[in-house]
C-alpha cells in the first residue's frame, strides 16, 4: 500500500513549494489462493484403482493411499492435496483422464481453500 505525504505551508516547508514524498506502510505481498483437490466415493470404481492413482498423481506412499482411499470409501470425500490453482487442476484432469481411459466412474474435483 502506497501513502502520499504533501508537504506545505510555512510551518514545514523551506521555500513555499510543495514537495510530496511517497513511503510504502505495509509490504502488498498478497499470497495467490489456495485450491482443495477433493477425492469423491462411488460404488464402482476398484479400490485398488483408487490406491493407484493417489501414489501416482499425489506422491504418497501405499500405507497413505490406503489410508485415504479408505477415508473417501467410508466419509464420502477426502482432500487428497492443496495446490495453486495451476497445479490444483492439471492433477483433476489427470485423475479424470486416467478414470475415463479405464472406464470407472472416479470423480475428482477442485475447491477454493
Ligand atoms: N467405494 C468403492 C468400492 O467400494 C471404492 C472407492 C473408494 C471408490 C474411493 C472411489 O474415491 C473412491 N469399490
Known sequence: M???IMMSGPENDD???DTSVVVETRPKTKRPPLYKV???NDDFTPMEFVVAVLERFFGMNH???VEIM???HQKGVAVVGVFSHEIA???VTQVMDF???HQHPLQCTM???
Do not use: C, I
Open 38 to 40: 477433493l477425492l469423491l
Open 99 to 101: 478414470a475415463r481411459r
Open 15 to 17: 521555500d513555499g513549494g
Open 2 to 4: 502506497q501513502h502520499l
Open 89 to 91: 487442476e492439471t492433477k
Open 63 to 65: 500405507a497413505q493411499s
Open 70 to 72: 479408505l477415508t473417501v
Open 111 to 113: 475447491e477454493r481453500e
